[in-house]
């Protein structure tokens, strides 16, 4: 869950996820659970003569399970968030 609220004010933004499969896909972030499941629509594949299969798709759901990469631009990337959100994590971890 350290990435959750990064990602969460990504939704609405276009960005590009690697999957562990080599599937690269770019697309408009709509949804974002605790998990990093991502629900992308307006899909473009990298290479997409190497997917056939995914060729027509528009829309997917991405378990985060399933991610590789994800690739941002600098200008949305919050290091104070990401900072806070990693400290606090070991902070927790430090607890228990």
Not at 16 to 29: A, P, R, S, Y
């Amino acid at each position: 869950m350290i990435f959750y609220q990064l990602f969460k004010k990504l939704v609405g933004k276009v960005i590009t996820v690697e999957l562990k499969n080599d599937l690269i896909i770019t697309g408009l972030l709509e949804k974002v659970d605790q998990y990093i499941n991502l629900q992308f629509t307006n899909l473009k594949l990298f290479e997409p003569e190497n997917h056939p299969q995914f060729a027509s798709t528009e829309s997917c759901f991405i378990r985060g399970k399933s991610i590789r990469y994800v690739f941002l631009p600098e200008n949305m990337i919050d290091n104070e968030l990401i900072q806070e959100s990693t400290k606090e994590y070991h902070e927790k971890r430090k607890q228990n």
